[in-house]
């Protein structure tokens, strides 16, 4: 993804980085007017079950935390591309 794409109601402003699951974004929800954070893992990705059970225990459990050091899953989707967000930590 590039900046100014989007994905469902988010915005892309920046790459955040890169790593074995997948790519990290700098995002807007255009919905609620926020900074957010995108992670979408590559389409072959959606093949792999047990990536798939990784990727989405990944998003469970901060979502289960409330700790000012954590940040916390708010979404998960599964369609068109593999992806969930978080606020960002730290600004």
């Not at 998003?59 to 050091?69: C, E, F, K, T, V």
């Amino acid at each position: 993804m590039s900046p100014q794409q989007s994905i469902a109601h988010y915005r892309i402003l920046s790459n955040l980085g890169k790593g074995g699951m997948g790519a990290l974004y700098r995002a807007t929800d255009t919905r609620l007017n926020r900074g957010a954070a995108i992670k979408i893992l590559p389409p072959a990705f959606a093949e792999d079950t047990a990536r798939m059970q990784r990727f989405e225990r990944e998003a469970q459990l901060p979502a289960s935390m409330n700790h000012l050091n954590i940040a916390r899953s708010r979404a998960s989707s599964r369609a068109p591309c593999q992806w969930w967000r978080q606020l960002p930590v730290g600004g």
